[in-house]
């Protein structure tokens, strides 16, 4: 099996390290792309559920832009919508009405939702549901889930990251997921005083598996926040409609009061979207909150687009399947190597570790082998699955799974 080289994504990486912070910044930075020589760094074109680097290699894309693409890159329907709405206009002096279209739309899919506001990033919501929650309460302090990921403001940034302050954190405190007598011990030390707990439906950090809920964790979260006038925040921005169109929450069996979604709401046309109970809407009108793109029509058309076209596939139970189907082979391809390959998570956004290193460097390496093969798989971060990866896709994946594994095991032995 031919191995790709990347001659046109160093030369450009090199001239972006001159004229951009990091050459490549944030989710998209090959820092922890390990070895980095082994991964392409820019892509020139996509479709369906495959990318193609500046040096014309082909990618079977299971990080499908970090989650935005849900129905295939370069969806006809999503894109349709999109053109026509840009046609009529994007940004304009006044919203457009898909703008309500959207929200009816958002507030009859989502179970909890009985309003919906748009801004651009999944952090822009996170924010705005802090902010409504303390608009809410009068209160100050927010819990959060150590390692818990909620975007780039400086109050969801680890504290001691660079340009982060003290003062970012002095009102957030932390729990450990799933620790539900730890949140109860916190909110019994701090009466009055917490305006909001967030989290994600499950655990997914990144470098180490994820954590599935245990069971009653929720329903006991909501009913402690309910008795202390604690405002619930689900943070969807991953998980929304990869398992439930009505809400993850809604799969996990509870309801918050508040919930962020990106990602997946618009198969890749920047778009986010904070979802509420009636209960929390006027606290959401005072709030001031906006940003110059927020209203772009363009996103909104995509967005209801993506959303029908998810309901209509059935697309968290399809993802599922898809998802399930790949990993079970994936699974018995390993060891039949004599590895052991850990899935944990959802089988659409599954984590995946060969857990015979405990140093990650042959699970790193067999990623890279995969991945200089046609399949991109990144070692730290979960994956996703979208309704556009095929059977055939599947198949050509367990080949190139099962060469890596050849060449992982002549390096490391078994
Ligand atoms: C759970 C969660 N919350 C918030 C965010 C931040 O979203 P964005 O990067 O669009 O600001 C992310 C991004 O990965 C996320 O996964």
New binding site residues.
């Given amino acids: 099996m031919k191995t790709y080289t990347y001659k046109k994504s160093v030369a450009l990486f090199k001239r972006a390290a001159k004229v951009i912070p990091c050459g490549i910044y944030g989710?998209l930075s090959p820092a922890p792309l390990v070895p980095a020589t082994d991964y392409p760094f820019y892509a020139s074109r996509a479709k369906g559920a495959r990318f193609w680097d500046v040096d014309g290699n082909e990618f079977i894309d299971y990080m499908c832009a970090?989650?935005p693409m849900v129905l295939g890159y370069n969806d006809p329907k999503v894109d349709a919508a999109a053109m026509k709405q840009l046609k009529s206009g994007n940004c304009i002096t006044a919203p457009a009405p898909i703008m309500v279209e959207l929200a009816e739309h958002m507030v009859d899919t989502i179970a909890i939702a009985d309003w919906a506001f748009f801004a651009k990033?999944?952090?822009?919501v996170?924010s705005y549901a802090l902010m409504t929650a303390r608009a809410a309460t009068g209160r100050k302090k927010i819990v959060l889930v150590r390692g818990g990921?909620?975007?780039?403001a400086p109050w969801a940034q680890a504290a001691g990251h660079p340009g982060v302050i003290d003062e970012d954190h002095s009102t957030i405190m932390y729990v450990e997921w799933n620790d539900f007598e730890g949140l109860e011990r916190l909110v019994n030390e701090h009466p009055g005083e917490i305006a909001a707990f967030m989290a994600?439906p499950y655990h997914h950090p990144t470098f180490v598996d994820s954590e599935l809920p245990a069971v009653g964790y929720w329903s006991r979260v909501e009913a402690l926040c309910k008795k202390n006038g604690i405002v619930l925040i689900i943070?969807d921005?991953?998980c929304g409609f990869r398992l439930d169109m009505r809400g993850s929450s809604e799969y996990f069996g509870f309801k918050p009061d508040l919930a962020?979604y990106?990602k997946a709401i618009a198969n890749g046309y920047p778009i986010?979207a904070l979802v509420g109970t009636e209960a929390l809407k006027t606290a959401a009108a005072k709030v001031f909150y906006t940003g110059s793109y927020w209203f772009s029509a363009v996103a909104m058309a995509a967005s209801l687009a993506t959303l029908k076209e998810l309901k209509r596939l059935k697309a968290p139970e399809l993802m599922m399947a898809r998802g399930k189907k790949l990993l079970d082979g994936m699974i018995d391809i390993a060891r039949s190597h004599g590895y052991t390959l850990n899935v944990s998570g959802i089988p659409s956004m599954p984590s995946v570790y060969i857990t015979d290193d405990e140093s990650l460097m042959l699970h790193q390496d067999w990623c890279a082998e995969c991945t200089k093969r046609g399949v991109y798989f990144t070692s730290h971060h979960n994956w996703f699955i979208s309704t556009a990866h095929t059977d055939a896709d599947i198949k050509k994946t367990w080949n190139v799974v099962d060469e890596a594994f050849k060449v992982v095991r002549k390096k490391y032995g078994m």
């Fill in positions: 989710h970090y989650g990033n999944g952090g822009d996170t990921y909620h975007g780039v994600t943070d921005v991953r962020c990106c986010s």
